[in-house]
């Protein structure tokens, strides 16, 4: 499985052949009906989603999506979503859980936007009310990191049940680029901090963060994209499948549970009076 | 410890002596802002908020307290919660203990029972003076803890943010502290609690995008930097200098995300208001 430095699996994550989300709705899912606009003031694209089949059953999909050419990539944004983004996803998981659809998500963005309209719209909210919401959903919520899990723009889609990532995925609390920067003054020296972080699918794993790692083919997904379309539709089959038997209450209750534990080596909160 | 707790009732008897006039001293102290120079204890008559330009320095977390909490009512919650290094990133653990040392704080927040004008509240204030107020897992659990113990008590909670974002030395573990904390903060509140958000200069990053922008109530203090990605970063990406005010708490009032901006001096009467009103049947 670690074939591959940390540095090395961050250049694979963000190669831009890799499969992304519009790729994966387009492989796994039938009968997709785009949803846009946050119904407050604004699209944007670099958020995708909408409603669609799953081996035949609606769930409601939601991405980030980088773009192919550099047309693309602009109205993307390269997959950094403004808080226009966030409102339309949580737009969408609200509607997802009215009509009782799970929600499937894929995780691929170098962070939130930062730019100055993004502030003024309130980014920090919006991504706020993102986790705030999904971490009450009560229907069954899976996300699979694809490619690179930037920071608090990522985790803003994957407060999930089960949270899957391909094997040279990364997920981190900042680029590598930004932690240097930050801890060191010296944005050079990321593939130092590529090191340090553990943001390796296989550390996180380990770190309890992830639920599962989906395989990839030997030389990575941009290789053989439909070899990864089945590993990703097995794996959403699966774990859809043991989410289908708890009720939307014990749903929340887990995810609630789950992330409420991430956090090592602390003691148990004390039950005696202050 | 025994000694922690003397040096900070001895320094804050000493403000509180400051405040009242019953001490004289003819030390100056240099605002960061505008850089004029005025004497110490006119700083402390408005609470550390410089004379001449309205600044409001920062502050530490128990000094906060003492001043909005009725004498005699602070209780410390989960005191003795101290840090993790999930990464054992190097130099992690000496600075933590150097920094425990120097400001008597296990990390970044102190959790308190206390009253405003006879309101009880749970209350957790952010010091920046531990890595920037930035929320390692520590930080993350004392947040939650302080939502789950004010709900099962049935009070009000009140959080004073002040923080670079999520602690790089934790990694991926401090960026899982936004969705505890903001999951802890949505289940208080779906549960009937009440949740005043505090901001004070600088809330960014990963606290702005979790617990800090979820209050009932959103408040901040005059002049907070209050935003997601920090200036530097936008106008690396975007390559334009930013407004005059930007991210200011006054510029987050104009576009809708404050309810109000509060001086420091009226912390106490502003709290006590808004926790009188949400009392039951809205009487004390």
Partial sequence: ?274 | MNQTFSRRRDRLLTYRAMREGNITSSRRTKCAACGEESPRLEWERKLQVCPKCGFHAPVGAYYRLSNILDPGSFQELEGNLSPADPLAFPGYSAKLAGLEEETGLKDAAVTALGRVDGHKAVFSVLDSRFLMGSMGTAVGEKIARAAEYAEKKKLPLVIFSASGGARMQEGIFSLMQMAKTAAAIQRFQSRGGLYLSCLTHPTTGGVTASFASLGDIMLAEPGALIGFAGPRVIEQTIKEKLPEGFQRAEYLLDHGFLDRIVPRSEWRSVLAQLLALHEKGGQP
């Fill in chain 1, 1 to 274: 499985m670690s074939r591959y430095t940390p540095e090395e699996k961050v250049k694979l994550a963000r190669r831009p052949d890799r499969p992304g989300t519009a790729d994966f709705i387009g492989a796994l899912f039938t009968d997709f009906f785009e949803q846009r606009g946050d119904r407050l003031c604004g699209e944007d694209g670099s958020i995708l989603g909408g409603i669609a089949r799953f081996h035949g059953r609606p769930v409601t999909v939601i991405g980030h999506r980088k773009g192919k050419n550099l047309e693309e990539n602009l109205t993307c944004t390269f997959g950094m979503p403004s808080p226009e983004g966030y409102r339309k996803a949580q737009r969408l998981m609200r509607q997802a859980e009215k009509f009782g659809r799970p929600i499937i998500t894929f995780v691929d963005t170098p962070g939130a936007y930062p730019g100055k309209e993004a502030e003024e719209r309130g980014q920090g909210e919006a991504i706020a009310q993102c986790l705030a919401l999904m971490s009450a959903l009560e229907v069954p919520v899976i996300s699979v990191v694809t490619g690179e899990g930037g920071s608090g723009g990522a985790l803003a889609l994957a407060v999930a049940n089960r949270v899957l990532m391909l094997e040279h995925a990364v997920y981190s609390v900042l680029s590598p680029e930004g932690f240097a920067s930050i801890l060191w003054k010296d944005a050079s020296r990321a593939d130092e901090a590529c090191g340090v972080m553990k943001l390796t699918a296989q550390d996180l794993r380990r770190g309890g963060i992830v639920q599962g790692v989906l395989r990839e083919p030997e030389d990575g997904a941009h290789t053989n994209w439909a070899a990864v379309f089945r590993t990703v539709d097995a794996a959403l089959t699966k774990e859809l499948a043991a989410l289908d038997k708890l009720k939307g209450p014990a749903l929340a209750r887990q995810r609630y549970e789950m992330f409420r534990a991430m956090g090592q080596g602390l003691p148990p909160a004390r039950e005696e009076e202050p």
